[in-house]
């Protein structure tokens, strides 16, 4: 993935498209930018899908044409249910909560991916954990694109 030219986070009542005007103007203006060499990071908010955002700014900066990227935000996971098992568990079905899962995200346990079932944007399962001997287990969400959520312990008893 290319370098961000700049990361836009919108404040004090601008818009994404606002702000991206203001930066087409100062750099197509100062005429030694082309369209093909801009890259922004883009957080959609404020009800805005990835691609609706994404398509404005296409729109503002190419009339309509070309492509820009868009990066999600890593995962966050908030915790596992169920949160222990004990120890010598053949196998334990374990439900990570959160946000920011996209479909292909994988949990990892150990460094290790488990079987992963995409349930919602906020939920995911594995599909088979074997807990091993007693102590933490850190769990990790990974998605598609690589961002990697915090570290919730699961804990063997």
Do not use: C, W
């Not at 994404?16 to 030694?32: D, P, T, V």
């Not at 249910?81 to 053949?90: H, V």
């Not at 850190?138 to 312990?153: A, E, K, M, Y």
């Amino acid at each position: 993935m290319p370098t961000p030219f700049t990361t836009l986070a919108p404040t004090h009542g601008d818009t994404i498209e606002s702000s991206l005007q203001k930066i087409n103007q100062i750099l197509f203006n100062r005429g030694g930018f082309t369209a093909g060499q801009l890259f922004a990071t883009l957080a959609p908010t404020h009800g805005d899908t990835k691609e609706t955002s994404a398509r404005k700014i296409n729109q503002i900066l190419y009339g309509g044409g070309g492509t820009l990227q868009t990066v999600n935000p890593p995962p966050h996971l908030d915790y596992l249910d169920p949160a222990s098992a004990p120890s010598g568990s053949s196998f334990v079905m374990v439900i990570a909560n959160g946000s920011g899962f996209v479909d292909g995200a994988v949990m990892v346990a150990r460094g290790t991916d488990l079987a992963t079932h995409f349930e919602s944007p906020t939920q995911l399962t594995a599909q088979a954990f074997t807990p091993g001997a007693a102590g933490q287990v850190p769990v990790q969400i990974r998605n598609p694109d690589g961002g990697l959520s915090n570290t919730v312990n699961f804990t063997v008893t």
